[in-house]
């Protein structure tokens, strides 16, 4: 697995609004880590929704900053915080605390503040929570057993969040997105730079995610204002084996194999869980949306990817 990074945005605006709404959500909005792969993503999506929305990338708004969040909801006063601010290199997490400053402490921190100014916080979370162990797709109800430093940090970061009155809580796999580093990008560049052969774990199954995708989910949890946790995931399972295939075979070179192999084959510092499924079925019955395979916004990002705008 290969870790969402953060790619920095040129510009990020101070503020956005939008001059025609296309769903009514009358808030004012702050976007933690607004320069990520998913806040990049969201910041747009929720201004078309009518909100003004606040987008700071880490140069802007340290959460871990007592001083930064202050000034930031005196300065912004929003009522609602979406924190996509997360310390997401997984391995380095066994060994860097500030795994758990970010992840935990600093989620601590913006429910205080929220609690404070009676704002929402929203805490995006992860499948990493679970330890895999479960057969068949996991529900919000199921307990957590972080296998991971990363997993336990984020566990911490959601007990933070639903402390706060009608925090909430949205668990997700897999991401990727046009804004950051991704799966994807590591696979397309290895087929760009002549690799003859990918070998790629086959013995973990999970949901891949579109950013674009849960950045419309977002919006419809909080127009239904829903509370407590939710799982979001594009719809089909897959290993990372089966999405490289279905991502080279999008390739300019689709004949380029691609090798199953174990996860012990690699020998990472960070255990992943052999299953981390996530069951949508409570946030398609809240919100009355269908979620789209994730075939189709893959299609979607390889084309954008070779036709930028």
Not at 18 to 45: C, E, F, H, Y
Not at 287 to 301: G, S
Request: proline residues 7%; glycine residues 6%; hydrophobic residues 45%.
């Amino acid at each position: 697995m290969v870790e969402a990074g953060v790619l920095p945005l040129e510009t990020l605006p101070d503020v956005l609004a939008a001059p025609q709404p296309l769903a009514q959500l009358r808030s004012r909005v702050l976007i933690t880590g607004a320069a990520g792969m998913l806040g990049s993503d969201l910041a747009p999506v929720l201004a078309g929704a009518g909100c003004e929305v606040f987008p700071r990338p880490k140069s802007d708004l340290d959460i871990t900053r007592e001083d930064d969040v202050a000034a930031a909801f005196r300065d912004l006063r929003p009522d609602v915080v979406v924190n996509c601010a997360a310390f997401t290199r997984v391995d380095a997490a066994e060994n860097d605390p500030r795994a758990f400053e970010v992840n935990g402490e600093a989620v601590r921190l913006l429910a205080a503040f929220c609690i404070r100014h009676s704002a929402r916080l929203v805490q995006i979370s992860t499948d990493f929570v679970f330890d895999g162990t479960k057969q068949g797709p996991y529900r919000e109800a199921d307990p957590i057993a972080p296998l991971s430093a990363y997993g336990r940090s984020k566990a911490l970061g959601e007990e933070a969040a639903l402390a706060v009155p009608e925090g909430l809580v949205v668990r997700t796999s897999w991401l990727f997105g046009l804004g950051g580093w991704n799966f994807i990008e590591a696979i397309l560049k290895q087929v760009e730079e002549g690799k003859e052969e990918l070998r790629v774990v086959a013995d973990q199954q999970g949901r891949p995610t579109a950013t674009s995708d849960l950045s419309q989910a977002l919006l419809a949890l909080l127009l239904v204002g829903a509370a407590g946790t939710f799982h979001f995931a594009n719809r089909g399972e897959a290993s990372w084996y089966d999405f490289a295939r279905e991502i080279v075979a999008l390739s300019d070179r689709p004949d380029v194999p691609v090798v199953p192999i174990g996860a012990d084959a690699l020998s990472r510092p960070a255990p992943r869980p052999a299953n981390s499924v996530l069951d949508t079925e409570k946030y398609e019955t809240r919100t009355a949306q269908v979620i789209r395979h994730y075939r189709e916004p893959l299609a979607e990002y390889v084309h954008k990817r070779a036709h930028p705008a």
